[in-house]
């Protein structure tokens, strides 16, 4: 089974268009997050939300919504996409760090290119 | 603000060898949490080590071990007998410790390891 999934793996669009980005997990944690890899492999954070609360909001583009409808779902929606939105995005999740270690758990990432 | 530096942007290592990557931190935290993690071509991130701050003893897991030096802000990761699924990006990762909720990764830049037959 896996633990943290995403869809679609990749993501071929033309700038200006909206899509969005799909995530679950089924470890029963109470964050998840979106991390941003850029073209030379620089993860950074975006959002994490804590039981489908925003937590954390990094300085991101309005164009960039995320939706946490439960706990195990975090989606990533995306407006006006541009050339440097190109990248690999990854959901993550993690238990809460009172319980463990807070280590994170990461999807296989979304490859998204923007023509 | 918490920063991390990994000094070696590429190392190579034959097969069966030892190498260490290197990785210090930057941060006025006492409690905290550091992790290594290995992405392969595939692009999964997969977590390869963890270390809590507060332990003295360093983390081992099977061929990976750490060099956990607190006052010097270091993290090294040692890889023995590598092998050839070894070769990915490794990244070192610092996470702050927070009582409500989890506070996201802030990661170092990644060192392409290659492991040579």
């Known amino acids: 089974d896996t633990a943290v999934s995403q869809t679609p793996k990749y993501l071929v669009t033309q700038m200006g268009n909206d899509k969005s980005i799909k995530c679950e997990q089924n470890?029963?944690?109470?964050?998840m997050y979106w991390y941003k890899q850029d073209s030379k492999k620089f993860l950074k954070i975006m959002f994490s939300?804590?039981?489908?609360?925003?937590?954390i909001n990094e300085t991101v583009p309005n164009r960039f919504s995320p939706k946490s409808p439960d706990k195990a779902h975090l989606n990533l929606h995306i407006n006006s996409l541009e050339l440097g939105d190109s990248a690999v995005y990854f959901c993550?999740?993690?238990?809460?760090?009172?319980?463990?270690?807070?280590?994170?758990?990461f999807g296989p990432g979304t490859r998204l290119t923007v023509t | 603000a918490q920063t991390v530096t990994q000094s070696q942007p590429e190392m190579s290592v034959q097969e069966a060898e030892t190498v260490t990557l290197s990785c210090t931190y930057d941060t006025s935290e006492n409690n905290y949490y550091l992790f290594w993690y290995k992405q392969p071509p595939s692009r999964q991130m997969i977590l390869v080590i963890r270390?809590?701050?507060?332990?003295?003893q360093n983390a081992t897991e099977n061929r990976f071990s750490v060099n956990f030096q607190k006052a010097a802000k270091s993290f090294s990761l040692k890889i023995s007998d590598s092998q050839l699924g070894d070769t990915a990006m490794y990244f070192c990762a610092f996470m702050k410790p927070s009582f409500s909720g989890n506070t996201p990764l802030v990661f170092g830049k990644g060192t392409r390891l290659s492991v040579i037959a």
């Open positions: 270390q809590e701050a507060y332990k003295q």
């Open positions: 470890l029963g944690h109470d964050t």
């Open positions: 939300y804590n039981n489908k609360e925003l937590i």
């Open positions: 993550a999740s993690s238990q809460d760090q009172l319980a463990g270690y807070g280590e994170q758990y």
